[in-house]
């Protein structure tokens, strides 16, 4: 089976950096990925880690380690519209299963 | 442009009357799935299809069914609501079933049951 784990709040201030964290147990790996989800709204696509190291992408860097079943979604720059629902879901041997989500207030 | 669409975007239904939810892409994927989502919860497959292959998830209840007359249409069925089935419903569609591809996500239906 899966399980993954992942804070349920964080609060960070507008321009802060903050790092939301994302451990997993699978059966069979085949990378993982980071959704975006605003109240009432789609999840959107982040990144997709599948080898060990560090994706940036802009204001966005997802970082993937392995062996520890270990991720995080780092935001730098924060803005208010980032206040969100960050997933963190794996691809195993089985379609994606996500996490319950981490819920970030973004605050002045 | 392409995309998933869900329609429609809210649904109230009543305690046990029979509901289908819709679901449409433009994005000439070979895979579909319904998800799940309770208020603060992850989302839940329920099922998926790989072309017309059916996938039910062990403990997706009888009482969800799914059609996916062809590629671009996919319905969500629920044969008699209750009270728990109260959610947000998430249609997706991804290229292939290497999992390793994106899903890409409709705006959902979220269902109400009075």
């Known amino acids: 089976g899966q399980n993954i784990d992942q804070p349920t709040e964080m609060t960070a201030t507008e321009g802060a950096i903050v790092q939301i964290n994302c451990t997993y147990q699978t059966s069979g790996f085949n990378g993982l990925f980071w959704y975006q989800q605003h109240a009432g709204e789609a999840p959107t696509f982040l990144s997709y880690n599948v080898l060990d190291g560090l994706e940036e992408k802009g204001r966005f860097s997802s970082f993937l380690s392995r062996s520890k079943g270990y991720s995080y979604l780092l935001l730098k720059e924060l803005q208010m519209k980032d206040s969100a629902s960050y997933l963190c879901?794996?691809?195993?041997?089985?379609?994606?299963?996500f996490g319950k989500g981490t819920r970030l207030s973004v605050i002045a | 442009d392409a995309m998933v669409i869900q329609n429609p975007r809210y649904q109230v239904t009543q305690f046990g009357k029979p509901v289908t939810l819709s679901c449409s892409q433009t994005?000439?994927?070979?895979?579909m799935y319904w998800y799940q989502q309770k208020s603060s919860q992850a989302p839940k497959l329920l099922f998926h299809?790989?072309?017309?292959?059916?996938?039910n998830e062990a403990d997706t209840p009888d009482n969800f069914q799914s059609r996916r007359p062809n590629t671009s249409f996919c319905f969500l069925d629920i044969r008699s609501p209750g009270l728990g089935d109260a959610a947000m419903y998430l249609c997706?569609?991804?290229?292939?079933?290497?999992?390793?591809?994106?899903?890409?996500f409709g705006q959902g239906t979220r269902l109400t049951v009075v």
């Open positions: 299809y790989y072309d017309k292959d059916f996938n």
């Open positions: 997706a569609t991804s290229t292939r079933t290497g999992w390793s591809t994106e899903a890409f």
């Open positions: 994005l000439n994927h070979n895979v």
């Open positions: 879901a794996v691809a195993g041997n089985t379609p994606l299963v």
